[in-house]
């Protein structure tokens, strides 16, 4: 009873977290959509009807389906509705329904991520060695090369790889997409920055391991070797690396905007940035909201994998 | 050749530094060893030489003899490191200090122990359950009633303080070695649960097997009984049987450690007289927390020069009372009245853990200072005080972190009594002072209010200190109070 | 026994003992980051006054210059003086991150004790606001306020300082009321201290490192983003010298001049390592 409501406890405070995110969304693009300069209907019917056939009919139309003649507040309150209810509306530029975009562009989104999430994974078992040999010369170097990375913006990460494996070695293409081929570059770029984070964590979290009074004491009642580091070194060095996933979720969705920008991938992220430039607010809405949610949803499963592994946390094994 | 393990002439330095000085001990079975000493005093040092974990950069010289039955003596400082290591556990098992961290926070008890024998024993693992489960047993660890999960199910931060050192000594026994190190075992232990794991450690002892135990304890030291050495200062000062050194010991510090305990206090003259003044009264006081009522309805009128205590077990709301009796904190019935004239700066209050009641990032003087500034006492005044309290003035120049604590806990006073306070409450003031440093605050404080015609209200669990100190006593139990 | 005794100052084995221990945490790391620091934000702040050249005149005879010649680090592909912009587009770079970290700490950290002090209803509200903002990760909550005017300094510095401030909040929160529990604040007042000296004393001094090393970091972050918002075409646009859109605009030119994308990247690169460095390795 009480690991039940420990877990609700998780779940209601994950749902409430999607509410924030639809909430806040939601709101600044009501506000956005208001704040542009022109007619809300006459963009509206644009995008609905492309501009030849746009009329003042058209708009007028649209004002009545839509409420725009309606007081601001009564507005806002019905734009929420329709979030409730996962209507997110047209686009302005394309006039198609955003749920039908987004479809698919998350869709290549979701490859991308899990594709470099699965390369970056390499960077774990590299920070436990360096770890249980603080100080080391691999250690030092894998730090230095760690820093480096991180301090290297992601588009520059990018540009960096594009030149050296596409205009240098030729051997992959530059941008765009189609094959898989065309998703290995971005996802490298990802990669590299979460296995430099997840090397640093998980280096640091094994080195606290070994300098606490657990370990020292499973050292001193003769435990040695492998058989310590697996038995009191893994688990306890996992606790923090898995909390710390939370941060490299916050990464990997930046990320997944940025690169598939530079990479002229065709994901949800580029799609956003596109929407931005185009002033296509519910395309914003919607991607920001599909991006948004997905965060959630990893925080979750991160949650529950912290409990699994921490019996402090009061999960069950 | 019987088991013994033979100390002859260790000292340890860190650089240049020495940190102990020459020492020779003979550990044998049947006659448990207590190294009794201060924080600092190298105690600790000293079993870590022994276990081959001295900390990097620290160099022991000297020998240590280990003679195990039917086999040549090894000298243990010049055995390889891997060899000394192979020794751990096998041979030398050592109990951590605050087991309750050193417990792997990830696996119940039961596989902790389990693990010895199937790793270090190399059992199969349907015997390890067993045995495991047999130790845990043995130590007194199993269920009295039917409890959901088992304790040997539990994970360590589901057990008491008192259960985990058990846990930490079914570990040795399963790993079978015969030399017991006990590094502070009692250490954030109450007393109940202190007799305790005296006893278990001396039913361990009894057996063909070493015990030498590091504490600061007077009365853990003389209920192990056997052979009691005292160190300060790096130095060995004597080594006798315990029951003699208790009652004649021969180096003038021993003899100051041994009158420092609250219950060898020399009874004191009592100097307060009814006069009928009155200072503060508690009229029918309440407090609940938690639901739960620490007292009610209660009573109470501190007077110019008197000492009050209120003492009781932990958790009954001692330091609460104190608190509402100062102001800090609101009743929930009744009120506290205070005599015409008395300021809330004539209130002041010294706290259980001296360092925590400093600044940590500005230097004594630097807070002096400030204090100066605000309420404009001479330089003379505060150089007369300090001398009084016997206190250097370079102390001033230092951190808090970086003086004894009961240098620390005088330093407070000297802050203080700066405001010319007429109630001091002394929260738990000299609990975590060792004897001597406790002894010389108490006397300093009896005296003050002798003088100074200064209340003092203590709040203390150690019935000893209250029955030498108090002239009036509250004593509060879990629920009610009898006063 | 008396008790009048001066006692000599204690001789600290304690100390002695963590001295041989653990040797002092060598700081080479952060002296580096603030030697780098000095001189990058040397050459952005005082770089633009120094050089006389007009990093937007267009001078397309001289298109693609070389090295050495009598720009220095030669020209872009529309004759405009590399070493010029450069400059302006640290300066740009680097005043830009410093007054979105302004606009960041100074709130969050004022917010932080305010809530940690007053407890109740407000540190609740503060608190739930920022779970709101953290419930959004950072740069699409940026791209968000951008969206009300792309290409604008206004809502760039905003929307990162929105982002950026929780961090602070939420430290200076957590800091102050572990501190303000301390027993010595309340030994401080009951010595008869008000709250100012309590704040500028004890409080202020003790959160200042943990500050000094978070907005480090936090600058470090603001000036990635401000020129991965520009490279992907939201931030600050072209023909304003900026770091970010600069390595963008000359990527096409890069077979006949490499060192036009390499010089931008270096810049960034050595901003950001300095800062990095100096905050000494945070992992967020």
Redesign the interface.
Known sequence: MLRSSLWGTVLLGRALQAVLVSLLVGSLCFALMHSLPGDPAMRIAAGRYGPDAMSLQAAESVRQELGLEQPLLQQYGRALWQLAQFDLGHSLVTGRPILEELQVQLGHSLWLALASLLLSLLGIPLGIIAGARAGGWLDRGSQALAIGVRALPPFVLGLLLMWLFSIQLGWLPPAGFGSWQHLLLPALTLALGLAALSCRVSRDAMAEVQQ???F?????????GL?LIQ??GL??AA?PVVAYLGVQAVYLIEGVVVVESIFAYPGIGHAMVHAIIARDVPMVQGTVLTLGLLFVLINLLIDAACRW????QGGTR | MSLSLRIEHLSIR??L?L?VRDISLTLTAGTPLTLLGE????KSLVMHAI?G?L????QAHGQIWLQLPGQPAQELLRLPAAQR?AL???TL??L?Q??W???????TVRQQVQ??HQ??RGLSAAQARQQALDNLQNVALHDAVVSQPPVAER?P?QLSGGMCQRV?IA??DA?GGQVLLADEPTKGLDEALRDSVAQQLLREAAGQRLLLTITHDLQLAQQLGGVIGVMR??ELLEVTQAQQLLQQPRHDYSR?LL?ADPGRWPVRQPSWTDTGGQLLEGRGLSKYMGGRCLFSGLHLRLQPGQITAITGPSGCGKTTLGNIL?G?LPADQGQVIRTSGLT??Q???L?Q?PP???????TLAQGFN??QR??GFSDKELAVLL??L???P??LQ?LPA???GG?LQRM?LA??LL?KPRLLLADEATSRLDPVSQ??VM??LG?LCAEQGLALLLVSHDQALVARMADQVVSLEAHGVTA | ?N???????????????A?????QPSRWAQRLGWGLLLVVSGFALLGPWLISADPDRQDLLNALAPFGGHDWLGTDPYGRSMLARLAHGAQLSFLLALLTTLMAVVPGVLLGIVAAWRGGWLEKALVALADMIMALPGLLLVLLVIAFAPGHFIPLCLGLALALWVEFFRISRARSAVILQ???I???R????GPG?ILR??LL??LAPTLLTLASFAMSTAIIGISTLSAISVGVRPPTAELGSMIVELLPYYAEAPALVLLPSLLIFLLVLALQLISGGRKS
């Open positions: 606490s009074a657990y020292t004491f499973a050292r001193h009642k003769g435990l040695r058989t038995r009191h688990r306890n606790i592994i921490d019996p402090r | 860190a650089g530094t940190l924080s600092g005093s190298g276990m974990s900390p990097d950069g620290l290591q751990w556990g096998r098992a050592l951590p605050e087991p961290l050193a417990l792997d926070p990830t696996m693990e010895v790793q270090v994970y931060f930490a570990m040795a790993a200062g790096g100051r009158q100062l800090l809330s700066l209130l002041q209050k706290y853990d925590s009641a400093f600044a940590p990032h500005l400030d204090l605000r309420h001398e009084r016997g206190l250097h370079s102390l230092r970086a003086i004894s240098e407070a802050r203080a405001l002894q010389q006397l300093l005296d | 026994m008790s009048t005794v001066v006692t000599s100052p204690t001789t600290d084995i304690h100390a002695a003992l001295q041989a221990a653990r040797p301390q027993p010595y309340e030994a401080t009951m010595l008869g201290f000296y004393r004890l001094p003790a």
